[in-house]
C-alpha cells in the first residue's frame, strides 16, 4: 500500500526527477543513457500518478470527484497538447532538445508554484482523521 | 499460496482488475502503430506525432464523458465502451497501412481509453463507498497493473509486428478486449443501487462550477499540467532521441522502443513494490 504519509514528500520531486532524466537521455543519446533516464522515469510517473490520484480523491468532497476527476482530465490533457501542438511548431526553427529542456524546466516550476496547496489539503484531511 | 487464493476469489477486485485488459489491448495496437509508423518516417516525429493525438482524444473524452456517464450509468458506460473498443481495433487492423485512417482509430481508440478511464474513477468511488483504505489499495493495484500490462504490451507487439501475421495480432488484441468486456458483465452485479435512484442534473454544469471553485482541486491541476510539461514533452521527443540512437533505422528503433516501454514499466512496477 502507497504510504500515505510520505506519498506527498515524494510527489514534490516528481518533476524534478523527470527533468534531471529528460537532461541525461537528450544530452548523450546513448543506449545506456536512454536506459537511466527510462528509470528515473519510471519512478518518477509512478509517484505522479498514483500521487495524483490518491491526493485528489482525498482532498476533493465526495459529491464532486467525478466532475473534478473529468475536468482535471480536460483541462490538462488540453494544455499539454497545446504545448504539443507549440512543441512541433517550434522544432521547426530550434533544435528539439533545446525544447524538450526547456519546456521541461517550465513544469517544474510550475510545480513548485502550485504544488503546497493541495499538499497541505491532504495533509490536513489525514492528521484530522488520525489515520486511514 | 492462501493470499493469492484470497485475492482470486474476491470477484468484485478480480473484475475491476480484469477491466484492465482493455487498456492492454489498446497498448498493443498503439505499439504496432508507433513500429508501423517507424517503418515509414525515420526522423520519428510521426510515431511522436501519435502521442499528441493521444492527449487531444483524451481531452475530448473529458467532455463527452460526463453526459455519457449520466445517461448510462457507469456500469453500462462500461459495456457499451468495451463493444466499440472491438470494433475500433478491429477497423485499425483492415485501414492501419494508410496514414490518415490510421491516425483517425488512433485518435477513437484513446478517446475510448479516456472515458474508460474517467467511468473507472467513477465507479471506484461507488463501490468502495465506505472503505477509504481498500480503495487506496484497490487504486494502487489497478495502477501497477496497468503498468504491468504496458510492461508486456511492447514486448507482445514487437513480436506481433516482426514474427506474426496481422490476422494473429487482430485476434489477441480483440481477445483481450472480449475480456475486458465479460468483467464488465461480471462487475455490474456489485453496481450499488443507489446508483439506479440518481436523478439526471437539470443543470449538468452546475457541479462543474463548484469544482471550479474548490481551490484545492484547482491548484491540484495546475500541478498535473506542470508535471505534464514534463513528462508529455518527453514521450513525444522519445521516438525521435530513439531513432537518433538507432541512426535511422527501423529495425533497430523498434528494438529500442521495445526496451524502453519494457524499462519504464519494469521501474514504474519497481517502485511500487519497494517504494510505495
Redesign the interface.
Known amino acids: ?4 504519509k510520505l506519498l506527498p514528500r ?1 510527489y514534490k520531486l ?2 524534478f526527477g ?2 534531471l ?2 537532461i541525461i ?2 544530452s548523450l ?3 545506456s543513457s ?2 537511466l533516464a ?13 500521487g ?30 497545446v ?3 507549440g ?2 511548431f517550434i522544432i521547426k526553427f530550434l533544435d ?2 533545446i ?2 529542456i526547456l ?2 524546466i ?6 513548485v ?3 503546497d ?2 499538499i497541505k ?1 491532504y495533509s490536513d484531511l489525514i492528521k484530522s482523521r488520525g489515520s ?1 | 499460496m492462501a493470499s493469492i487464493y484470497k485475492w482470486l476469489n474476491n470477484k468484485k477486485r478480480l473484475s475491476i482488475y480484469l477491466t484492465t485488459f482493455s487498456n492492454f489491448s489498446k497498448a498493443v495496437v498503439l505499439y504496432f502503430a508507433t513500429i508501423f509508423l517507424y517503418k515509414i518516417d525515420n526522423s520519428g516525429a510521426s510515431s511522436g506525432f501519435l502521442v499528441l493525438l493521444g492527449l487531444l482524444a483524451v481531452s475530448l473524452s473529458g467532455m463527452i464523458a460526463p453526459f455519457l456517464i449520466i445517461h448510462f450509468k457507469g456500469f453500462k458506460l462500461g459495456i457499451l465502451l468495451s463493444m466499440v473498443s472491438l470494433v475500433a481495433e478491429f477497423l485499425f487492423f483492415i485501414f492501419y497501412q494508410q496514414k490518415i485512417p490510421l491516425y483517425c482509430c488512433i485518435v477513437v481508440i484513446n478517446l475510448i481509453q479516456g472515458i474508460e478511464s474517467a467511468n473507472y474513477n467513477y465507479e471506484l468511488v461507488d463501490i468502495f463507498e465506505n472503505d477509504v483504505e481498500d480503495q487506496i489499495q484497490s487504486n494502487n493495484g489497478y495502477h501497477i497493473l496497468l503498468q504491468t500490462f504496458t510492461l508486456i504490451a511492447p514486448i507482445l507487439g514487437y513480436l506481433l509486428v516482426n514474427y506474426c501475421i496481422v490476422l494473429a495480432s487482430c485476434v489477441v488484441v480483440l481477445f483481450l478486449q472480449l475480456v475486458a468486456l465479460i468483467a464488465w458483465f461480471i462487475l455490474k452485479k456489485y453496481e450499488p443501487l443507489n446508483k439506479s435512484n440518481v436523478d439526471i442534473p437539470k443543470y449538468p454544469f452546475k457541479n462543474y462550477l463548484l469544482a471550479i471553485k474548490n481551490k484545492n482541486v484547482v491548484f491540484l491541476n495546475l500541478v498535473r499540467s506542470a508535471n505534464g510539461f514534463v513528462f508529455n514533452t518527453w514521450e513525444i521527443a522519445a521516438p525521435m532521441v530513439i531513432m537518433a540512437i538507432a541512426e535511422n533505422q527501423a529495425q533497430l528503433s523498434s528494438k529500442i522502443q521495445t526496451t524502453y516501454e519494457t524499462t519504464l514499466s519494469i521501474a514504474f512496477i519497481l517502485s511500487g513494490a519497494f517504494l510505495g
Not at chain 1, 500500500?1 to 500515505?4: A, I, L, S
Open positions: 500500500m502507497t504510504n500515505v515524494f516528481v518533476p523527470g527533468l532524466a529528460t537521455a537528450l543519446q546513448t543506449m536512454l536506459l527510462t528509470l528515473i522515469f519510471g519512478v518518477s510517473i509512478y509517484f505522479f500518478r498514483v495524483t490520484a490518491t491526493i485528489g480523491q482525498i482532498i476533493t468532497d465526495k459529491d464532486l470527484i467525478a466532475e473534478s476527476i473529468i475536468l482535471g482530465d480536460v483541462f490538462t490533457r488540453f494544455v499539454n497538447f504545448v504539443g501542438i512543441f512541433f528539439y532538445k525544447v524538450v519546456i521541461s517550465l513544469g517544474t516550476i510550475g510545480n508554484l502550485f504544488v496547496q493541495p489539503a486511514l
